[in-house]
Nanobody, 125 residues
Framework: QVQLVESGGGLVQAGGSLRLSCAAS????????MGWFRQAPGKEREFVAA????????YYGNSVKGRFTISRDNAKNMVYLQMNSLKPEDTAVYYC??????????????????WGQGTQVTVSS
């Protein structure tokens, strides 16, 4: 069973930064893509960013391009989301997720099988 635990959320003013972390308990971490998604109250969960198994390829949602950076450390079984220039509309619960299929990167909810419990990010104006 794969367990994912997010941390690093909190309250920040607009224009500030936060770094989210996700710790994975799995021996096959380096074989799967990892993603970050978010869900605001009353809205559907949406794609934020994804990183390939090696860390060499990244993808971002249009609303976060140029502000957020996803990265991973396979030696530590960790994935990160550096969030800069935060806006009130970034307020949401952020979830990390592990890909469903080895060596494939997806941008859809269905492309991810295991999910963390989420961490709240609140950006005040």
């Amino acid at each position: 069973q794969v367990q994912l635990v997010e941390s690093g959320g909190g309250l920040v003013q607009a224009g500030g930064s936060l770094r989210l972390s996700c710790a994975a308990s799995t021996s096959t971490f380096s074989s799967y893509a990892m993603g970050w998604f978010r869900q605001a109250p009353g809205k559907e969960r949406e794609f934020v960013a994804a990183v390939s198994w090696s860390g060499g390829v990244t993808y971002y949602g249009n609303s976060v391009k140029g502000r957020f950076t996803i990265s991973r450390d396979n030696a530590k079984n960790m994935v990160y989301l550096q969030m800069n220039s935060l806006k009130p509309e970034d307020t949401a619960v952020y979830y990390c997720a592990r890909g469903t299929v080895r060596l494939q990167v997806g941008l859809r909810l269905d492309d991810y099988r295991y999910w963390g419990q989420g961490t709240q990010v609140t950006v005040s104006s």
